[in-house]
Nanobody, 115 residues
Framework: QVHLVESGGGLVQRGGSLRLSCTAS????????MGWFRQAPGKERELVAT???????NYADSVKGRFTISRDTANNMLSLQMNSLKPEDTAVYYC?????????WGQGTQVTVSS
């Protein structure tokens, strides 16, 4: 199992920026991919961005060109740089890892974008 702790959420105005971080510990050698998901009130959890162990990235269409995912393998950290934020980006953001034997989730961090 991998333990994940997110940080960096908060309140920002439309057009602003935030950077989320996620620190992984535990069975980190079993990680195949890492990613960020989000869940807005009354909606299902959705993929935001992922990065594989080989560095291949994938983004939701809604965040392409605004968000950048990066992985610091040496420090077991995952980051999400969010620029040009919109009110519709408001959600709880979750760090996720995909292992060969399952998945793990962080506790989530709230991002609120005011208009």
């Amino acid at each position: 199992q991998v333990h994940l702790v997110e940080s960096g959420g908060g309140l920002v105005q439309r057009g602003g920026s935030l950077r989320l971080s996620c620190t992984a510990s535990g069975n980190i050698f079993s990680i195949r991919a890492m990613g960020w998901f989000r869940q807005a009130p009354g909606k299902e959890r959705e993929l935001v961005a992922t990065v594989t162990s080989s560095g291949r990235t994938n983004y939701a269409d809604s965040v392409k060109g605004r968000f950048t995912i990066s992985r610091d393998t040496a420090n077991n950290m995952l980051s999400l740089q969010m620029n040009s934020l919109k009110p519709e980006d408001t959600a709880v953001y979750y760090c996720n890892v995909e292992r060969y034997a399952g998945t793990d989730w962080g506790q989530g961090t709230q991002v609120t974008v005011s208009s």
